[in-house]
């Protein structure tokens, strides 16, 4: 079994940064994906961003491309997302996720508890 812990979520002007982490311990799969899905009141829960355990090059969702960043430590079993200009719209619980692949809510085999981004005008 797999756990993922977020931390770093929070309070941010519009226009501001976070940074958000997601640990992953138990057994991980060389062939999965890990990254992150967010969820706004009354919305679905939508992709925002993930990467292979064994890749380099992550995928970023177009509605957050250019402002978001994925990066990963094997070492550490950890991979962040540096939020930059953050917007109202933003606002979510950010959840960590792993799965085979996990472009689709539908392959995600393990969740994070989820962290609260809030972002105010």
């Known amino acids: 079994q797999v756990r993922l812990v977020e931390s770093g979520g929070g309070l941010v002007q519009a226009g501001g940064s976070l940074r958000l982490s997601c640990a992953a311990s138990?057994?991980?799969?060389?062939?999965?994906?890990i990254g992150w899905f967010r969820q706004a009141p009354g919305k679905e829960r939508e992709f925002v961003a993930a990467?292979?355990?064994?890749?380099?090059?992550?995928y970023v969702a177009d509605s957050v491309k250019g402002r978001f960043a994925l990066s990963r430590d094997n070492a550490k079993n950890t991979v962040y997302l540096q939020m930059n200009s953050l917007k109202p719209e933003d606002t979510a619980v950010y959840y960590c996720?792993?799965?085979?692949?996990?472009?689709?809510?539908?392959?995600?085999?393990?969740w994070g508890q989820g962290t609260q981004v809030t972002v105010y005008s």
């Open positions: 996720a792993t799965g085979a692949t996990i472009l689709s809510s539908d392959d995600v085999d393990f």
């Open positions: 138990g057994r991980t799969f060389i062939n999965y994906s």
């Open positions: 990467i292979r355990w064994t890749g380099s090059v992550p």
